[in-house]
């Protein structure tokens, strides 16, 4: 029933070794775009894009994880 699922699902496993961060990132995106409030899909931008040294992005999307008041957990894991 929930498209996003299985697209985040696909983004966290091809951050795994070996890392495939650009189809992660895009995975990622996709489900925020259809659910911008998605807080994990945001953690999951954040972290690919930290990994492909697109640093604008990660504070980007820091700086929209926080506006959704997330977790504390969900903002750790971004923060980190």
């Known amino acids: 029933p929930d ?4 697209r985040l699902k696909r983004a966290f496993l091809l951050g795994e070794p070996p ?3 650009r189809l992660a990132l895009g995975e ?3 489900v925020l775009k259809t659910d ?3 807080a994990e899909a945001a ?3 954040i972290y690919a ?3 492909l040294n697109d640093l604008s992005t990660a504070r980007e999307w820091v700086a929209k994880l926080a506006a959704l008041r997330p977790p504390a957990k969900a903002l750790a894991q971004a923060r980190l």
Do not use: D, G, H, T
């Open 49 to 51: 894009a930290s990994r």
């Open 36 to 38: 911008e409030k998605n």
């Open 19 to 21: 890392p495939q961060y």
């Open 28 to 30: 990622a995106l996709a």
């Open 43 to 45: 953690v999951e931008v």
């Open 3 to 6: 498209a996003s699922a299985p």
